[in-house]
Each structure stands twice: as structure tokens, then as C-alpha cells.
């Protein structure tokens, strides 16, 4: 179904019944990447499966600034009560979950329980962000000039995907052409407006989080591994969960095992 909400068509999947669970997938990513956890999640949780701005079949404006993280987390607040949900339990994974920890921080009353995939805080430093807009710029740039294959091309080879290299041929041939279905301008605009160079830093606000918070990483991540390590340091109520022989998206490396450690966080009280 297809929601407006503050001059934006947002693409919005509901299935199954129970307690809202909002899924926020990553960068190059729709809505459609949850499908395949239907059956394990459905009969315990009402999936709202949600394409970001910029992704999927939701709107992708040409103003980058439009794609802001406060305005994305406000987007779906107001994509939520039209829905009727008050509150819901959030899974983000990677930009998604740089979402979900932005919106619990911001609607603390909102969210139930937090899974974060692979998931920062974003950037500590005015310094360090100020590098990755540029590069973010440049990679913008590429995608603009070169076109959305070209990009997807390059976005398989970086060193963050390298241990999807194993994947069946099926499932990277499907993950490919999700990403291809993105584009120039939603791609483009999320890098510039909803990058980590864009987005303030959580980091000093994650001791207010208030909801009970699960953070997963794969133990061959070692960067998000290590990001994670220091989150469950500063974050009150939560637990971390490394899955083994994994990289950056558990969710597509080891999903049953993701999907049952999800199903059993939800379940817990």
C-alpha cells in the first residue's frame, strides 16, 4: 500500500497479526528484503515492512535535503499513526538501524523493544563526518554519472559485502536486482541527506534509550563488532549477540539463525 505522509508516498507492506514489528532495511535495500522472515515472525508480530524514502517503490525527491534523518524519523511517525500504531517493536539493519536507534531516541514512548543489525550511532567527531560527506559526495557523484549498474557493480566489491561472496548464486543474482530497481535520485539523495557524514552523532544520547535493546553483528565485522562492544557499554537495557562465521548482513548470510534469535527477543519478557 502506498501512505502520504508530509508530501511524501512512502511503499508499506503489513502482514501477519500481533504486535507491530517495523522492519528498516539498509542502504540499496526495500521493504521486500523481509519477506522471507513472514512465516517465522507473522503469527507473533504484525510485519510493517517499510521501502525508506529514496528506495523501493517509495518516493525519491530530488532534494537531498529531504532524506534528513529528523525528517525520516518524523516521516514514519506520522506513517505509523496512520496506520493506527502507538506502539511497536523496531528492527534496522546497517542505514535502517541508524533509523530505528534515531526514532527510539526521538519517540521513546513508541518503541517496545530495539533490534539493531549491523547498526551505529553514527560518527563521533565534526571531523570524521566531514570526511564521509565528502566521499558520500563523490559517491553520489558516480552514481549520477555513471548510472545505477555501474554503481551496484562497485557496491558488491566493497570489503563490507566480500563474505556474501559465498552465497548461493540464486540469492546474490535477487539482492542484485533489488538493488538495480533503485534509483539515480533516491540513492543519490540517502547518501547526501541520510549518510553518517549527514547524521549527528548518537553517542552521547544512547544512555537515555529507554527501550530494551538487542544488538546483533556478524563476528567477521569486525568493525560493527566493535562499534556494538562499545554501544552495550552505554545503552542500559541491552544485550549483544555475535553470530559466528558471518559478515555485515546477517540477515542474508545466516538467516534462520537471525530469524530465530529475532522470534526469541520478541518473545521474551
Known sequence: MKISVNGIHYHVEVVGEGFPLVLLHGFTGAGTNWRGFSDKWSEQSQLIMVDIIGHGES???????RYLMDKVVEDLAALLSKLGVDCADFLGYSMGGRLALSFALAHPEMVRK?????????????????????????????????GIEKFVDFWEEIPLFQTQLGLPEEVRKGIREQRLSNSVEGLSGSLIGMG??????????????TSET???TGSLDKKFCQIASEMCQLVK????????????AIHVEQDEKFGTIVREFLQST
Do not use: Y
Not at 518516493?59 to 535535503?65: C, E, G, I
Not at 551505529?120 to 563523490?138: I, V, Y
Not at 553518517?196 to 534509550?209: D, I, P
Not at 537495557?237 to 555485515?248: E, L, P, T
Open 59 to 65: 518516493d525519491a525527491p530530488s532534494d537531498s535535503s
Open 114 to 146: 530495539l533490534v539493531l543489525e549491523s547498526a551505529s550511532p553514527g560518527l563521533k567527531t565534526e571531523e570524521e563526518r566531514a570526511q564521509r560527506r565528502e566521499s558520500d559526495a563523490k559517491l553520489a557523484a558516480f552514481i549520477s554519472t555513471e
Open 196 to 209: 553518517t557524514g549527514a547524521q549527528m552523532s548518537n553517542w552521547e544520547a544512547l544512555e537515555q534509550l
Open 214 to 216: 538487542l544488538l546483533i
Open 237 to 248: 537495557n541491552s544485550k549483544w549477540i555475535v553470530v559466528d562465521a558471518c559478515g555485515h
